[in-house]
């Protein structure tokens, strides 16, 4: 496409914003938990403010969020620029792309470079430069700046140099139980107490959450196109934002590792068990090639490692670690059925409200642990760098059988010995109950009940 082609484009895009995709779009807004913070005032100097996460997640809504908050506070739209780089009109980016669509905006509003603007823009991770673009606009222009990406190399090495100390990161899941009752609108208090009617409701929607996720778009469609929305959504998150970003030789084992790496959330991951599958097949790239393929997996949000609590600032492979799926819904739509696939939707939910609540306050906070005896506890919140934690949680589908129940609180005591925390969490489905213990209180909670509460 020529320069005056995308020229043209860009500036429909920018015209067409305020009047025809906002409005379209505005009465379908749910109001996130995450909280991006004040709106800084636009002037040069400003920090840019980074949302992460998987594509379809609902980062673009979020920023309709934040603008529609521009505007009930009196801010002219005349000074709000919204642009979306997620446009195959746009493909190949030109090197000035970012340069552009800013020069356009100014033009159609000069006010806004007179009394500064905001500028939104959408899915940059592909233009090149972007990193270095950015940090000019907010060093040289009075303006304040949101951008989002469905890759967390946002946020890592890759990014220019120029650019690291000027941005604060948040990463955006898809809905969490709480904005999923928010959503559906289905009389439920995320307070406690709960009446009877409302405790029946919020232990049936938990149960369809567990299986239908918290894909914005997924939502109250029937379960053939549910699955298959969610397989597309990991199907194109793996072509373009691993398979394509990476460049990688070999897609379809790419593409075979992500369905498995999926449908396998919250059992032990092992990529020896991997490279053995693939020359079972005839064909493994290695060892090393495939740590790399997952890398790119969780480079995409698509999952996350949960690896051992360690004292090592290097988290080696080579020990036992999980992955966890990006969404219990997209889990189950990847899987075959399985006799284990709600208690591990469960595990899987568990883990992504912990990282709501606690991924974000320190890299790494959120590990898995085996002690001395053998004993496993799901779930360590700390901060490994100095060998503490600060929460200890199992995740269990049910304790109704002895045996069930003194495993996991002998595991949870053992690790609250360890490091001298008087109390544990273990995850349920409906039991509930605090137990006191030698090591100190066991505090037993249904995974509705806990999810509602949202951070204590």
């Known amino acids: 496409?020529?320069?005056?082609?995308?020229?043209?484009?860009?500036?429909?895009?920018?015209?067409?914003?305020?009047?025809?995709?906002?409005?379209?779009?505005?009465?379908?807004?749910?109001?996130?938990?995450?909280?991006?913070?004040?709106?800084?005032?636009?002037?040069a100097g400003n920090l840019v403010k980074v949302i992460v996460?998987?594509?379809?997640?609902?980062?673009?809504?979020r920023l309709f969020q934040e603008i529609l908050r521009l505007e009930e506070e009196g801010i002219s739209e005349n000074r709000i620029c919204y642009f979306n780089f997620d446009d195959d009109r746009l493909r190949p980016y030109p090197s000035d792309a970012i340069d552009r669509v800013l020069e356009i905006f100014f033009e159609l509003n000069p006010i806004?470079?007179?009394?500064?603007?905001?500028?939104?823009?959408?899915?940059?991770?592909?233009?090149?430069?972007?990193?270095?673009?950015?940090?000019?606009?907010?060093?040289?222009?009075?303006?304040?700046?949101?951008?989002?990406?469905?890759s967390s190399r946002l946020l890592s090495s890759d990014v220019a140099t120029e650019f690291?100390?000027?941005?604060?990161?948040?990463?955006?899941?898809?809905?969490?139980?709480?904005?999923?009752?928010?959503?559906?609108?289905?009389?439920i208090r995320g307070e406690s107490p709960l009446g009877k009617v409302e405790v029946s409701k919020a232990k049936s929607a938990w149960r369809s959450y567990?299986?239908?996720?918290?894909?914005?778009?997924?939502?109250?469609?029937?379960?053939?196109?549910?699955?298959?929305?969610?397989?597309?959504y990991v199907q194109m998150t793996v072509a373009r934002d691993a398979i394509e970003r990476h460049r990688f030789s070999n897609p379809s084992f790419v593409a075979n590792l992500a369905r498995i790496a999926v449908s396998s959330?919250?059992?032990?991951?092992?990529?020896?068990?991997?490279?053995?599958?693939?020359?079972?097949?005839?064909?493994?790239?290695?060892?090393?090639?495939?740590?790399?393929?997952?890398?790119?997996?969780?480079?995409?949000?698509?999952?996350?490692?949960?690896?051992?609590?360690?004292?090592?600032v290097h988290r080696l492979r080579k020990g036992g670690y999980k992955l966890y799926a990006v969404d219990p819904g997209a889990m189950i739509a990847m899987a075959p059925a399985t006799t284990d696939g709600l208690t591990r939707a469960l595990e899987t939910a568990v883990y992504l409200e912990l990282r709501r609540r606690f991924a974000v306050r320190r890299l790494s906070s959120i590990s898995m642990l085996k002690l001395a005896s053998g004993r496993e506890v799901d779930f360590v919140v700390g901060d490994e760098a100095?060998?503490?934690?600060?929460?200890?949680?199992?995740?269990?589908?049910?304790?109704?059988?002895?045996?069930?129940r003194k495993r996991e609180f002998a595991a949870l005591e053992e690790a609250m010995q360890r490091f001298g925390l008087d109390c544990g969490w273990v995850i349920t489905m409906d039991e509930e109950g605090d137990f006191a213990r030698e090591a100190g209180t066991v505090h037993v909670v249904p995974a509705w009940k806990w999810a509602l509460q949202g951070a204590r």
């Open 265 to 312: 959330s919250g059992r032990d991951f092992s990529i020896s068990r991997i490279d053995g599958w693939g020359k079972s097949l005839g064909y493994s790239p290695g060892r090393a090639a495939i740590a790399e393929m997952v890398d790119a997996l969780e480079d995409a949000h698509l999952v996350f490692g949960v690896f051992q609590f360690t004292h090592s």
């Open 1 to 43: 496409m020529s320069g005056f082609d995308i020229d043209v484009t860009i500036r429909m895009l920018l015209e067409d914003f305020h009047t025809t995709v906002l409005p379209a779009h505005a009465s379908r807004l749910v109001n996130r938990d995450l909280s991006l913070g004040a709106i800084d005032a636009p002037e």
């Open 386 to 404: 100095f060998g503490q934690a600060y929460e200890l949680y199992q995740v269990c589908y049910s304790m109704r059988d002895d045996a069930t």
């Open 53 to 61: 996460g998987m594509r379809r997640s609902g980062k673009t809504y």
């Open 210 to 232: 567990l299986v239908q996720g918290g894909f914005p778009a997924s939502m109250g469609r029937s379960d053939d196109e549910r699955v298959s929305l969610l397989q597309s």
């Open 112 to 150: 806004a470079r007179e009394q500064g603007a905001y500028l939104f823009f959408d899915e940059v991770q592909d233009v090149p430069g972007w990193d270095i673009t950015a940090r000019r606009i907010v060093d040289t222009e009075k303006a304040t700046m949101f951008v989002t990406g469905s």
């Open 164 to 187: 690291r100390g000027r941005s604060v990161t948040y990463e955006l899941l898809p809905f969490s139980f709480r904005e999923r009752v928010r959503c559906d609108d289905i009389g």
